[in-house]
């Protein structure tokens, strides 16, 4: 589903910011990406989304070179790519049904496709009793709840998560690790980002780790590894 | 969390206030370019209108001796005739010149009494084909018994042309400066709008809404802008016409007045540079976010 091949960034100043990956992602893979600030995870997420290009090497995303993809078919990649960060990216002035109407309503989904998801999604998340609040009147999990269905509410092939539990106090990442893990088990391949030790060796799922860059450890149903201050 | 909820629509008020004014602000300079856009157009209108009348009138004379012979007016004529350059020739006898004589100073009763038809010269009224080949008809006749004077009227309108047409280039540069602060000013207004949405249009390209779908509604605004503008600079056109034909009235002489149908002629030019400048100052707005 993703492939990466020798894929190297260096970023304007010089340092290399990712150095020679190749990983290969399968269909309905959970894959948690592990390493410290700066080790190159969020480098990797922006060169999937097409945020940014690659130094040299290649990115396959659902069996497409990337790399060369015309800037005017960007926004098709990014439709089948739900993403959902740290920081929810919520509007503040729109409810939780509108935020989520949003995503589909700027791709050019009609009233009816529109009225027909978004409440299906909403419930699927747990918020279905909640379509009219506000984000400033939910909790920290639930708004990244709603950015989940917003990330999750056009039926994406690939859900990429940059950290989406550093926010969150323990209880709450377990909900949404649950509700990630289900996501998964529509047949969905997630890719998270994170540095929650507790959550990976919870899981014990695929472990992509990085450090300065490049792929210090790739293992099946693995554990965060060795203990590092942040 | 009431507080919070206060602070965002706060937050949005003050938005939304500070993008009023400089709205206001960016149509206003639109309204002042495109008024004197629309000034500099209608008094070229005017100005051109006058002079293709006044060009028309105006001709050649050739006044012709007190004692000239018939014989030597017929082939002075005849030869004028021959002439490829002359257009046509009408001849003023002494009678006809005494009535435009009387005409001209209807106002002075006692200087048309002092006159008699004789003491008018008779004269050909020539028009040239080129206007500027005066020196060569002229040369050609010089000296010939029974000529007193060849005389070119234009050469006092040929000054004038000058003037005007170095007005208008005047008039030209500064409608050009003006086009392009508005512009410059229709893009702040465009980057403030951007900036104010960021949030939004971070999300609408991350969940792949197309670029074109995330620059219309700031394309149309600064159009918007650029069509408001545009018509309160008409409106503006057309109220004040009573001052600028006042002024056009005290060069009677040219007849400059223009009717306000003459001004609305032009709207379409005005509204124009309206469009132009609004598409032009979003794109300047928009350059730099047009990458993905």
Known sequence: MI????????????????????????????VFLVGPSGSGKSTLIRLMLREELPTSGEIYVAGKNINNLASWKVPMLRRNIGCV???????????????????????????DHIKKNVPEVLE??????????????????????????????????????????????????????KLLDRINRTGTTVLMATHDHAIVDAMRRRVIELE??????DQERGVYGYAREE | MPISLQYVRKETATNLKRNVFITIAAILVVVVSLYLVGAVFVASFAVDRALTLQTRKVEVAVFLNRDVTPEERDSIQRDLLAMPEVGSVVYESKEEA????????????????????????????VKLKDPNQFEIVSDRLQGRPGIAEI???????????????????????????????????????????????????????????????????????????????SVLALALLLATRP????????????NLTVTYAEIAQNAAWILGFGIVIGALGSLLGLRRFLDV
């Open chain 1, 3 to 30: 492939r990466t091949v020798n894929v190297n960034k260096t970023y304007r100043g010089g340092i290399p910011a990712v150095k020679n990956i190749s990983i290969d992602i399968l269909k309905g893979e959970f």
């Open chain 1, 85 to 111: 960060f740290q920081d929810f990216k919520l509007l503040p002035s729109k409810t939780v049904f509108e935020n989520v109407a949003f995503a589909l309503e700027v791709i050019g989904r009609n009233r």
């Open chain 1, 124 to 177: 699927l998340v747990g918020l279905g009793d909640k379509v009219d609040r506000l984000p400033d009147q939910l909790s920290g999990g639930e708004q990244q709840r709603v950015s989940i269905a917003r990330a999750f509410v056009n039926r994406p092939q690939i859900l990429l998560a940059d950290e989406p539990t550093g926010n969150l106090d323990p209880a709450t990442s377990v909900d949404i690790m």
């Open chain 1, 212 to 217: 300065n860059g490049e792929v210090l450890r």
């Open chain 2, 98 to 125: 005494y009535e435009s004589f009387k005409e001209l100073f209807r106002d002075e009763p006692e200087i048309v009494e002092a006159t008699t038809p004789d003491a008018l010269p008779e004269s050909f009224r």
């Open chain 2, 151 to 229: 005389r070119d009227e234009r050469k006092f309108l040929r000054r004038l042309l000058d003037v005007v047409r170095d007005i208008r280039l005047l008039g030209i540069c500064v409608v050009i400066l003006l086009i392009i602060a508005a512009s410059v000013l229709i893009a702040t207004t465009i980057r403030m709008a951007i900036f104010a949405r960021r949030r939004e249009i971070a999300i609408m390209k991350l969940v792949g809404a197309t670029n074109w779908f995330i620059r219309i509604p700031f394309m149309l605004e600064g159009v918007i802008q650029g069509v408001v503008g």
């Open chain 2, 243 to 254: 001052l600028y034909t006042g002024l056009a009235d005290s060069f009677q002489f040219l």
